[in-house]
Each structure stands twice: as C-alpha cells, then as structure tokens.
C-alpha cells in the first residue's frame, strides 16, 4: 500500500505548502538537493511525495497518478472537465489567493457589468465586422461563466500565453479574463474588473482524487487530510 | 463508427429526393471559425478541433445548416433553393456515441414565408411519420416575431427591447430580465470630470471627445475595437435604459404571455384575445402567424396536433421567427429540430438578405421511436 502526494515545486507556493504540511504535523523530508523531485515524510513510510508544477498536479490529480495534491482552485476547475465527479477539495489552504476577474478597458465608462458587456458583444459583430474577442488561458472557466451564468453566446476567446492584461492595448482582443491578486497589474493596464466580474475566489487546496483505493490508502488519505480541518 | 441502417438510409433518401430537393456534398472536414462565430464558443467543448499546417483551426463537420449556408453564399446562388442532405456528424455528448446521423432539409431564398415555413414543418413531420408511423409525436411550435411584437407594444426602448428579444426561449434569463426592469435601478457612470459634464449635458459630441481624450491619454488605439464615439453613444443610451421601468401590470401582462400555451387551432384566437390587452400594433403578427397556420392546414397538418408554447425560443441571434421540435412519446430528447434563420446568410457574407428555413433529425433518436 502506499499513497503519493503532489507539492507545488517552485516558489512561494511550495515554501507555503511545506509550511502547510509542516503545521499540520507532517514534516517532509526534502532531499539535500533542493531540485530532487521526490521526498518522504516524516514518520509516514507508506506516503511518498512528488514536487510538479500546480498545472501538472491537478492533471495528475484528474488521471489517478496522485492521491493528493496541493495546487489552486482555479487550475482544478480549469484543468479538469467535470471536476467534482474526478476531484474532491479537502481543505482550502488560506494561502495562494488570486481572483479570476473579468476586466475591461478603463475607457468603457458605458460597461460597468456583465449585463452591460452582453449588450456590447451582441452589437459587437454588427458594429466591428467580428465577434467580441476575449484574451485569456482559462477557456473553461470563461466559457461556463459567460455562457451558462450570463446568457452571452457570441464572443471568441483568444487563447493567451502570458502577458494576458496588454492584450486589449495591443489590439489582439477587446477584453481578457486573468487572475489578480492585488490589481495592480491591471490598473497599470488600464484595465477595470466588472462589478459583477469576479468568476472564481481561488486560493490553495488541498486536493484529493476520487477513485478506486485498497481500504487502507483509503484510511490513511482521509487521516492526513483530516490533519488539515 | 457508427452506421446506419442500409433500408433507412434507402428510405431516407427516397423521402427526400420525392421533396423537391437537391442533395447537399458537405465536407466532413470543416473550418471552425463559422461554427465558433456563429454558435459562441460554447460549442468549441462539444465539437472536434484540429488544425492544419498553416496553423487554420478545423473541425469535424458538428451540423449541416452552417456549411449548407456557407455554400449557397459561396456559390453565389441567386434563385431559391432547397438543399438535402444525410450524413455523419461529429459531437461530444454526455449521452450517445460522438459519431451519429443526421438529415434535413435546409429552405434558402423562398420569399413567401409563410408558405415556405408551413413546407419545413409539414416536410419534418411527414419524413418522421414515414419512417417511424407506429410512433406518437408531439410538435412544439414558437415564434421569436410575436415575442418582439409585445415586447415592442410595452414601449420599451430599443435598448431593452434588444436584450429581452436575445434572452427569449431560456426561461431563467427572461426572469432575471423582468426583475431588473420591475425595479428601481441606480443609474450613474464613474466617469472622469468632464465627460460627466457633457453626459450632464446630453452633449454626445464632447462626450466622445472627453472620451477619446482619455483613450489617446491611456493609450488605447481604437483601431479595431469599441471607438470613443461608440462609447458615448452608449453611455447616452445606457443613461435612458436605466431609467425604463415597467409597471407591476405590465410585467404581470408579459408573463401572461409566456404562459400561453395552446394547440395551434386555438392559438391565433388565443394571440388575438391577448393583443386585445394592448393597444398594439400586433396585427401584423398575428396575420403573419395566421397565415402561416393556414398553410400548414393547407398541406393537411392537423393544427390540434401541433401545440403552440409563446415561451419556446432558442437564444441564439440569428433566429427571427418560426422555430419547432418534434419529440416522440416516450423517448427524451427531440428527434426533429427546426426553425427561420433570415440573419444567417447575411452574417456568414451573403451580399443581402436571404431568407432561410429548415430542420434537422437526429436519426439515431428517430430509429429508437422506430
């Protein structure tokens, strides 16, 4: 039997993880070279860690490869198609936060809501010749909260790798949807966040991927995620 | 793969070729962009994308309407036509295979539209009973013109009356909608000092100009995008919107509406009964929706098995009138979609106005009733 948990490998984000795990009683053991990607803990002989990126821990998490992972909120229901039938969230972290935002131009006085940019992408293919472009990497998350909380429909997305908030100053789309943790990178760009724009509250979590276990994994995850309650 | 049964294909394809048709050869491989456009990217999670080597994202043909559509408009095809086909296609579904059949038939440039509307539904209804005659079939019936009709006989400004006509045929969003318009809303716009004076002012010329004057400031170029003028006009409009309010009976007289729900027969009385709450510039409507019932009493449809439900819609934009199903008793889903699309040749290029009518039946769905 054994068990494999996912740690953020880089950054704040796995100093904060071990932190985490650190209070919450399990101590890992990290190996004397700081890049090696895997580790034990503690007094846990049966749990082995594994340090990936949080992107590639809430696939993992989604394919069964990991038990447990720490990694955002955002990138599970990102990441992974009907999430809560694959994933469950363990505990919420209460660090890692950031907000998945809709923001538009500061220029767009008239847009103070969603209400409001649904009016401006219905006329938009009429006015521009093309739809209303929407820059962003979270396709999914863009998509359930347009479409299926807002009633818009007529938008593209434009997929964007990084520097997501210059793109409705270069032109390459018209509004984005990123993450923000303080704002200031899209009040630096002009941007404003919609009043009603907030899609996700995302922070750090614990995740624990549901599937098929012999009893006694089974056991031993729910005693180390009821370390974090 | 999926396949079909040869003596229903055999069947099929002698319906449609007793219809007057010609045979629609659509591409299995399809680009994305027309779908994506016309549908809202909400269709890209159901649909199978690739690309090719210059980088052009395609898909597996998901429907035939569109590049029916998309070839009338390419081949340039002034006179009337009507375009058959059956096929395979290509969608994720929660239920069912990905790989499954459809046939339809697509009505473009018929400019009688009663009678071209009457055909569509006569013609739906006749393949569904050929092929499957021991089924029991129910046919909904709704039309997105007589819902913009009353919204239009509220005076409310067009503003409003534009998002009301997009959100018809999903129930929730009409709620949300009357809600907002049965109460006081806060107006106001966070604006910079002297675009609030112009707004102040009702003064859309230096509106704009305050507004530009910011753009150029912020350095957003408005080269494809929403422009200064275009945002002043819309703050002046929005200002208007915000203050439109409907009264308790008259939201209370729109719900009445969407309640209606009556066999054809009974229905263009039922719509008259109803006009006559308002004093209303329905008329044309009604004869247009009377009309059209004629016709299909004419083909020999009986208007007691058609139910007419003024709430049935379907929110996307270039829908403007008719739209129908048919669902056998007993087996969930449609097996027959259809409606009038007269905005959607104009949106994939054609140079004018097309008028456009047809109807999908998803076979799979139609063997099962068989």
Known sequence: MS????????????????????????????????????????GEPDVEVRFLSAGEIARELASGAIDLGVTGEDLIR????????????????????????????????????????????????????????IATKYWRLTQEFFSRQHGIQVYRIVESLGATEGAPASGQADVIVDITTTGSTLRANHLRVLADGVILRSQACLVAAIGEREPADQALLERLAARFR | MASLAPELAAELRAFLAARDTVVAEIAVIQPADPFLDMAGESLRGRIFLT?????????????????VCRDHVAAGVAAPARYAYLGEVFRQRREGGSEFFQAGIEDLGDGDLAGADARSL????????????????????????????????????????????????????????LVELGRERRSGFDLPGPAAAALAAGDEAAL???????????????????????????????????????????????????????????AVAALGDFAASLNSG????????????????DLGVDLGAITYDAAFGRPLDYYTGLVFEIAAQGLPGPVVGGGRYDRLLTLLGAPAPVPGVGFSVWLDRLERAR
């Not at chain 1, 219905?122 to 472009?133: E, I, Q």
């Not at chain 2, 929005?238 to 729900?261: H, K, M, N, V, Y």
């Open chain 1, 3 to 42: 068990l494999t948990i996912g740690l953020p490998s880089k950054g704040r984000l796995r100093e904060a993880a071990l932190a985490r795990f650190t209070q919450a009683g399990l101590v890992v053991a990290e190996a004397a070279d700081a890049r090696a990607y895997r580790a034990a803990v503690k």
């Open chain 2, 208 to 266: 704009a100009a305050a507004v530009a004057a910011r753009m150029e400031a912020l350095g957003f170029t408005a080269a494809s995008g929403r422009s200064a003028a275009e945002i002043a006009a819309r703050l002046i409009e929005q200002a208007t919107l915000d203050r439109a309010r409907l009264s308790p009976g008259e939201i209370a007289l729109l719900r009445r509406f969407l309640a209606i729900r009556a066999p054809l027969r009974d």
């Open chain 1, 78 to 133: 990102e990441n992974i198609a009907d999430w809560e039938r694959r994933v469950a969230v363990a505990a919420r972290l209460g660090f890692g936060h950031a907000d998945v935002v809709v923001a538009v131009p500061a220029v767009w006085y008239d847009v103070r809501t969603m209400a409001d940019l649904e009016d401006v992408a219905a006329d938009f293919r009429a006015r521009h010749g093309r739809r209303l472009r």
């Open chain 2, 122 to 177: 006569a013609d739906a209804l006749a393949l569904v009973r050929t092929i499957a005659p021991a089924a029991r079939w129910t046919v909904t019936l709704g039309d997105q013109a007589v819902f913009e009709a009353v919204v239009r006989a509220l005076g409310l400004p067009a503003g409003w009356r534009r998002r009301l006509a997009r959100a018809f045929g999903v129930p929730g969003q009409i709620e949300a909608l």
């Open chain 2, 282 to 297: 329905m008329a044309p409507v009604i004869a247009a929706f009377a009309a059209r019932a004629e016709r299909l009493a």
């Open chain 2, 51 to 67: 690309e090719n080597e210059s980088g052009q994202t395609l898909c597996l043909r998901p429907e035939f309407t569109i590049p």
